[in-house]
């Protein structure tokens, strides 16, 4: 929100020496987050005064439309050069100047010699195309007001070419003080809390309230009460439009434009000019904070009505656009359908039509009648509205805020009275008002409870004298019953009202108090692995790639998700930051591949990305979450209550790979990254959780079927399935448009814990000397080298320090279907030097058993 300062003096008497930085500090410690304050006009120096074009001669000689004005600047002319007039004598000056949306008798901005304009740009007398210029015609861009707005013709120099002003004003007056160019703007942050602050009214209330002044309040206006002879509305959803205001101004002139302070004002406050009807609607929205919109009456066909849209239903908004509509839009129609989206936008067949001047009698045409909407909107509809179709105005920034829906009625009666005042209107006395029943909302609240929150003594005085200021009506003694006033949606219960409190009285007043950490023994165990998993990835050459744990549920189509899976079982949030991405992740793979597509896709091609998060689970039940107290510590029932109520939450960790795993270089040949890397990645995480990790052949959805390994750990003595390893399928990589041989490893870093020995400890070093022993064994094609390797361990006891895998190798010499693993064991006892003996007697027992539980047969034997 852009907030003048000249334009909230109207509301607060600020002090006179009062600057903007004075008035952001005050806001600041009242709780408004004011980002800036910005200078209008800093540097600017006169004379810039109104002139009248006396003549135009125009110059065809250049390859662009050049014209030479002479221009009455009254007595502001400055010193004759070169044949020019001047000296402050009132004669004409002589400017060249390349715009063409003025004509002969135009009243327009003209800045002399001498002065700056923004930008710290001087002006001076200067030759150019053949003529001497003693200054320049101004657009708004050059003056730093921005587009001046309607009327349009042809563009030069701004968007809206030169300014051209009405006629009333007479030349040599001060263009400076005319089009307030000199201002200061409070640039507002407002929070989702504070819509009543996207108004003038609203920061003017905050403002009187931090000096300690009397408010103006725009919105105590008399209002006629409604009656049976205003414009016909008929509501069908009384949730969605609690409240609908129409009043009706006839005999506009089509021909009244926007006077200037009305043009500055919005464009102060970040707003384009466009007709007087929508000019005056914008202003009081800005003033009063109450949306509203001008229909042309002529267009309208019949009863104004608010409804839901029905699905598939067809609608073109102001903006040229033929939207789609949802069964939850709310809309506003007439007997021909849709003529407005509630509280988002209006429709371009009932918009106010822009004055046109007919040839042929030389009448000027335009809308002549005009009916003004207020109403108040369901802030949820009109939220998901704007959000399904893409289309954030500034109405539907402040109704999915909170709108005052008192003010309804003073906002349209405000837009009557300018609309009388400035287009020479007259109100038709029928004044149409629809309201829903509603009481005001009650707070119950003791006294002391700000000072409990705070740790401070207020005092009851001072809790109801600041519950006042905000608009709050306050009875009772020791148990306060307090009246929310209706701006103000957002106080829903005591740590509210205690919130108001406390901002206002200064949260630097609030004492620092540090807390007593209870004794501990420093990270967890759980904590010391997720380092430790962190830290080995990253050793390993990963980069970490944390992302948003939102997912949408096309991709798990994409994935080749069994559709029965658990995985597809997601936790949908109720307000979600995207509708394309609604759900909770329930695996880390999603967002990382995402990751390796972004960046694969912007020249990166040799990734090794890591993650390890949360996922979330749903089960098969919803639990309903309580809301826990914060005036002490929850129970032990509380706690686990909110537990029961919230999805599984397991840790995963999750990595994947595309392209050169190892560079070549001058060192040798590269090595692309394949399945056996991220089944390394696996192997790694498992050492760090001293688990012991059983990798066999495996197959699942995102997975090459003749390339997944999946992971098995033993818990309690059982058993459990932890996660999948290897390369992708094709058509999962086709889907995501990923690298191909794209490879990726996921598991559930918890269970993965369970299954291992718990804290780390350094390993013996033995002072003896290691024994090695190499076996090359011949299996059938189908026995899993994991089947091979379980047997060896176990069958060679426990003077088996380590055993490796260093070979496999197919061929005719050891027969069709047969496959060759070649290992290498490491022997090693803690008291003593094994003799060749014990170790060749442990190397036996180890293939003995291989050989009696998968038929391996030691090669050359």
Same mark, same amino acid.
């Given at each position: 929100m852009r907030v003048p300062l000249s334009w909230l003096r109207e509301y607060v008497d600020l002090p006179a020496g009062e600057t903007g930085r004075d008035v952001q500090a005050k806001l600041v410690d009242a709780?408004?987050?004011?980002?800036?304050v910005e200078q209008l006009g800093a540097g600017l120096k006169g004379p810039l005064v109104v002139g009248q074009v006396l003549t135009i001669e125009e110059l065809t000689e250049f390859k662009k439309p050049i014209r030479f004005c002479t221009v009455d600047v009254g007595t502001a002319g400055g010193t004759s050069q070169a044949g020019g007039s001047g000296g402050g004598t009132g004669e004409p000056q002589e400017i060249v100047c390349g715009a063409r949306n003025f004509s002969v008798g135009d009243k327009v901005v003209v800045v002399l010699p001498g002065a700056v304009l923004p930008g710290d740009f001087a002006i001076a007398a200067r030759q150019t195309y053949g003529k001497t210029s003693h200054g320049m015609i101004c657009s708004g861009d050059e003056l730093g007001m921005g587009d001046w707005g309607y009327p349009r013709t042809e563009s030069g120099g701004g968007n809206g070419g030169i300014i051209v002003l009405p006629p009333e004003y007479e030349p040599g007056t001060d263009a400076i003080e005319l089009l307030e160019l000199v201002d200061e703007v409070l640039d507002i942050a407002v929070t989702p809390d504070r819509g009543y602050c996207l108004s003038m009214r609203g920061v003017a209330r905050e403002t009187a309230t931090a000096y300690g002044l009397p408010l103006r309040d725009p919105?105590?206006?008399?209002?006629?009460?409604?009656?049976?002879?205003?414009?016909?509305?008929?509501?069908? +959803?009384? $949730?969605?439009?609690?409240?609908?205001?129409?009043? /009706?101004?006839?005999?506009?002139?089509?021909?009244?434009?926007?006077?200037?302070?009305?043009?500055? #004002? *919005?464009?102060?406050?970040?707003?384009?000019?466009?007709?007087?009807?929508? +000019?005056?609607?914008?202003?009081?929205?800005?003033? *009063?904070?109450?949306?509203?919109? =001008?229909? +042309?009456?002529?267009?309208?066909?019949?009863?104004?009505?608010?409804?839901?849209?029905? $699905?598939?239903?067809?609608?073109?908004?102001?903006?040229?656009?033929?939207?789609? &509509?949802?069964?939850?839009? &709310?809309?506003?129609?007439?007997?021909?359908g849709p003529i407005g989206l509630a509280g988002v936008m209006g429709g371009a067949d009932t918009e106010i039509a822009d004055s046109v001047t007919d040839p042929e009698t030389g009448q000027v045409q335009g809308t002549t009648e005009v009916v003004i909407e207020a109403a108040h909107f369901d802030a949820l509809s009109i939220s998901r509205t704007a959000?399904?179709?893409?289309?954030?105005?500034?109405?539907?920034?402040?109704?999915?805020?909170?709108? +005052?829906p008192q003010a309804a009625a003073a906002a349209a009666q405000r837009t009557v009275d300018l609309l009388v005042l400035l287009a020479g209107g /007259?109100? @038709?006395? !029928?004044v149409t008002e629809i309201l829903a029943p509603s009481a005001p909302h009650t707070i119950a609240m003791g006294a002391d409870h700000p000072d409990r929150v705070a740790g401070v003594d207020y005092g009851r005085e001072t809790v109801v004298r600041r519950l006042q200021e905000v608009g709050c009506d306050v009875y009772g003694q020791d148990e306060l019953v307090v009246s929310v006033p209706s701006w103000r949606p957002d106080l829903r219960e005591p740590n509210d009202l205690a919130e108001e409190v406390i901002r206002l009285e200064g949260y630097a007043n609030l004492p620092s108090t540090l807390p007593t950490p209870p004794s501990g023994r420093g990270l967890t165990d759980r904590q010391l692995l997720h380092r430790r998993v962190g830290r080995a990835l990253a050793g390993a050459g990963y980069v970490e790639a944390p992302n948003y744990p939102f997912i949408g549920e096309q991709v798990f189509?994409?994935?080749?998700?069994?559709?029965?899976? /658990?995985?597809?079982?997601?936790?949908?949030?109720?307000?979600p930051l995207s509708h394309e991405e609604p759900a909770l992740r329930t695996a880390l793979l999603p967002g990382l591949l995402g990751a390796l597509h972004r960046n694969d896709s912007r020249g990166s091609h040799d990734l090794a990305l890591f993650e390890t998060g949360m996922v979330f689970r749903a089960g098969e039940e919803a639990g309903v979450a309580v809301r826990l107290p914060v005036d002490r510590r929850p129970t032990d029932e509380e706690i686990a209550t909110l537990d029961a109520a919230l999805p599984a939450q397991p840790r995963h960790a999750a990595v994947v790979l595309a392209g050169a795993r190892e560079q070549a270089g001058w060192w040798g040949n590269g090595r692309p990254a394949d399945w056996a890397d991220a089944v390394e990645a696996a192997r790694t995480l498992a050492r760090e959780a001293g688990a012991e990790l059983i990798v066999r052949q495996g197959q699942y959805g995102?997975?090459?079927?003749? #390339?997944?390994? @999946? &992971?098995?750990?033993?818990?309690? !003595?059982? @058993? $459990?399935?932890? !996660?999948?390893?290897?390369?992708?399928h094709p058509r999962v990589v086709k889907a995501l448009s990923l690298p191909a041989r794209t490879s990726a490893m996921e598991l559930d870093l918890d269970r993965l814990e369970r299954a291992g020995a718990g804290a780390l400890h350094a390993p013996r070093i033995s002072t003896f000397p290691v024994a090695t022993q190499d076996v090359a064994l011949v299996v059938s094609g189908d026995v899993p080298a994991a089947d091979v390797e379980a047997a060896l361990r176990e069958g060679a006891g426990e003077l088996l320090e380590s055993l490796r895998l260093f070979d496999v190798f197919t061929g @005719? $010499?050891?027969?069709?279907?047969?496959?060759? &693993?070649?290992?290498?064991?490491?022997?090693?006892? =803690?008291?003593? /030097?094994?003799?060749?003996?014990e170790a060749s007697a442990a190397r036996d027992a180890a293939v003995a058993l291989a050989a009696e539980r998968t038929g391996a047969v030691l090669r050359g034997a």
């Open positions: 709780g408004l987050e004011v980002e800036r919105a105590l206006l008399d209002v006629p009460a409604p009656n049976s002879y205003g414009y016909p509305v008929k509501i069908a +959803d009384p $949730q969605g439009c609690d409240r609908f205001t129409a009043r /009706t101004v006839t005999g506009l002139d089509p021909e009244a434009r926007s006077p200037i302070w009305l043009r500055r #004002r *919005l464009q102060k406050a970040g707003m384009r000019p466009i007709s007087l009807a929508v +000019d005056i609607t914008n202003y009081v929205m800005l003033e *009063l904070g109450q949306p509203l919109h =001008a229909y +042309d009456r002529s267009r309208i066909n019949g009863a104004i009505g608010v409804r839901r849209a029905e $699905q598939g239903e067809k609608f073109t908004t102001l903006d040229g656009t033929k939207r789609v &509509l949802d069964a939850g839009d &709310l809309v506003i129609t007439d007997d021909s959000r399904r179709h893409k289309l954030s105005s500034e109405a539907s920034k402040r109704f999915e805020r909170g709108v +005052d /007259t109100a @038709e006395a !029928g189509d994409q994935l080749n998700i069994p559709a029965d899976d /658990t995985c597809r079982r997601v936790v949908k949030l109720v307000n995102p997975w090459h079927p003749g #390339r997944c390994a @999946e &992971l098995v750990v033993v818990i309690d !003595g059982e @058993e $459990q399935l932890i !996660g999948f390893a290897g390369e992708l @005719e $010499q050891i027969g069709a279907g047969h496959k060759s &693993l070649a290992y290498a064991l490491r022997f090693r006892a =803690a008291d003593r /030097t094994l003799t060749v003996e």
